[in-house]
């Protein structure tokens, strides 16, 4: 059970840092009461709107008078921060005291969830070992805490986003995000979303069990939903080392950011926020949170200020350049061909994540990128400055609105807080919506 729960309408910072203190204190009781070193674990900055770095600044503020407290942002293949990103998410933790995680090179193999398991978890759709490999920092040296720190919402490969997330995908290696990125690809990204255990959960959980049980490790666990007046607030507060400390901020998440719709959506209007979303992989959140929401035929308009290219690294970019978001067929016969899509077996899932299967349009609407390479991957192009002026984000509250012309649109301002999907959808799915 987790050591400390709060659930609120709105647990304001003041509350949160109490909280911390709180998580603080338990952690001397339960784990060491005197750390010398400490590993803070917080996401990187595509998840800056959930306050987890806010937290882990007081954390290192807390601990570094007493202990040498590092900080690994949860990169998994995302791109480094620079820097800045790194001031803008931590405040003032030292630079040399953040470390950049480098999912390509140096990670350390501590063995595979067998192929058995995993062709059981995913009933056959994946019949791979998943190998475990894992950052070297996390793994070689030595710890007396390690804090992860993160914001549990609903998610396209594991149902909900965090716990173990951190270590497996976060702080993985290759090998480790490739085989667990297809293996949710082959289950399906909807029958994925939202259920509490999927199978590559199910396999993070083998993983953990058998290779980190060792690590003096906790979690903190972050809920937030939107209040009467659209705002993006914190409503739970769990922290505990155990799988229910999860369990119970995703059964949250799952009450508070699903948003459960009688019919499909015909238009959809998005935002992904330009100091956040720098990339298709990540913006194409916009796609997954609401496909199971848009009618066929439909159309999803993702306003992206801030991007500027489509995959996190060249080779994945240039993938994506390459087959585009085409549909699952397609991917799969190229990822039976191209030797590189299997070297990089996670942009293949990618590329299966963000297809539409044809089922509705999904318009990209940018500063940066021009029509013909929008175009190119399978999206359509608008003119960003027209797009702003037409819709007007920032006049909009989440939900249905109509344009001066009469136009009606769904429009919801932070896609990657949330799920929407039709009742149908939701819980007519094979399992339904799963524990």
Known sequence: M??????????????????????????????????????????DITRAHSGAGRMTEWLYQMLAGEAEVHLIPTLGQHVPHTAEENRRMFGD????????????????????VAAEFVKEATKGAADWSMPVVLNPML????????????????????????????????????????????????????????NLITPVRACFNKAEDDFLGHLPDLYIQLVMARNQQGELVHTGYFAGEDLETYLEAARLSRR?????????LKKVVCVMQGDEFFSTWVANKAVYRTRM?????????????????????????????RYGYCGTPKVMDAYRRDPMLQEFAHAAAHLIHGSTEGRFTVTYAQPNLTREEIEAVGFRYADFEQTLRRYQPER?????????DGEEFFFIPTPSAGLWATREKLYGRPGGLAD
């Open 2 to 43: 987790p050591w400390i729960t709060e659930v609120s309408e709105h647990i304001e910072w003041k509350r949160l840092r109490e909280l911390v203190e709180q998580t603080v204190s338990e952690a001397r009781r339960r784990l060491c009461p005197h750390p010398r070193r400490v590993l803070l674990l917080p996401p």
């Open 93 to 112: 933790v030292p630079q040399e005291r953040i470390h950049a995680h480098q999912w390509r090179t140096g990670c350390v193999r501590l063995g595979e």
């Open 139 to 194: 793994i070689e040296q030595k710890w007396d805490w390690i804090i992860n720190i993160g914001h549990v919402v609903p998610h396209e490969v594991l149902g909900f986003a965090n716990h173990n997330k951190n270590y497996f995908i976060g702080l993985a290696g290759k090998e480790t995000i490739c085989a667990s990125h297809m293996a949710a690809a082959c289950c399906g990204i909807e029958n994925n979303l939202g």
């Open 256 to 264: 508070q950011n699903i948003t459960v719709l009688d019919e499909p």
């Open 293 to 321: 929401a848009i009618a066929d035929g439909g159309e999803l308009i993702v306003i992206a200020p801030g991007l500027k290219r489509f995959g996190e690294q060249p080779e994945v970019d240039e993938l994506i350049r």
């Open 396 to 404: 909009l509250k989440e939900g249905f609105n109509r344009t001066d």
